[in-house]
T-cell receptor, first 112, second 108 residues
Framework: EAQVTQNPRYLITVTGKKLTVTCSQNMNHEYMSWYRQDPGLGLRQIYY???????DKGDVPEGYKVSRKEKRNFPLILESPSPNQTSLYFC???????????FGAGTRLSVL | AQRVTQPEKLLSVFKGAPVELKCNYSYSGSPELFWYVQYSRQRLQLLLR??SRESIKGFTADLNKGETSFHLKKPFAQEEDSAMYYC??????????FGAGTRLTVKP
């Protein structure tokens, strides 16, 4: 089944404790992206990747890192999480720019 | 700057009534526009895109370049249409920008 898989689905952590949210897709998509969803602000793009080893900043990259060492994986790294990063995070993938994006189920992160 | 505006955070209609979810954009070029939907406890999924000009679940959206709008319409709303709807635009830098979303509630 074609899908985008995020892990974990729920995470509670404390300020400053490094964490990684994984994202994997099995559709051989070149384009992958991370968003955060906040009430009243909709979805905002954090980082995106056009292909392996090619990543770029979205609208709200501060406090986040990503890597794209393999086509199927696009982990989101929070080196030193802060409470303002408490949010619902979505990973998405597509064949490329302008193509339909497929979303993961979301990761709800709480930073205390 | 590319921007997507959904002026209504909440929209409530009765079953069988027409519904229109507004989306306005600012973009210097030929836009690629989409509507995504998020049903309760489900992931976001594409509803429709302006290029395909198709009707999905009875919804249509027409790109109006003069008014820079891409409103989503359905003539007869159903209770199962209750969801969060996001308008989105593909920007110059290959990034996708979403509006703030409109929560549609269809009452019986």
């Amino acid at each position: 089944e074609a899908q985008v898989t995020q892990n974990p689905r729920y995470l509670i952590t404390v300020t400053g404790k490094k964490l990684t949210v994984t994202c994997s897709q099995n559709m051989n998509h070149e384009y992958m992206s991370w968003y955060r969803q906040d009430p009243g602000l909709g979805l905002r793009q954090i980082y995106y990747s056009m292909n392996v080893e090619v990543t770029d900043k979205g609208d709200v990259p501060e406090g986040y890192k990503v890597s794209r060492k393999e086509k199927r994986n696009f982990p989101l790294i929070l080196e030193s999480p802060s409470p303002n990063q408490t949010s619902l995070y979505f990973c998405a993938s597509s064949k490329g720019q302008g193509f339909i994006q497929y979303f993961g189920a979301g990761t709800r992160l709480s930073v205390l | 700057a590319q921007r997507v505006t959904q002026p209504e955070k909440l929209l409530s209609v009765f079953k069988g009534a027409p519904v229109e979810l507004k989306c306005n954009y600012s973009y210097s070029g030929s836009p690629e526009l989409f509507w995504y939907v998020q049903y309760s406890r489900q992931r976001l999924q594409l509803l429709l895109r302006h290029i395909s000009r198709e009707s999905i679940k009875g919804f249509t959206a027409d790109l109006n370049k003069g008014e820079t709008s891409f409103h989503l319409k359905k003539p007869f709303a159903q209770e199962e249409d209750s969801a969060m709807y996001y308008c989105a635009l593909i920007g110059n830098n290959n990034d996708m920008r979403f509006g703030a979303g409109t929560r549609l509630t269809v009452k019986p």
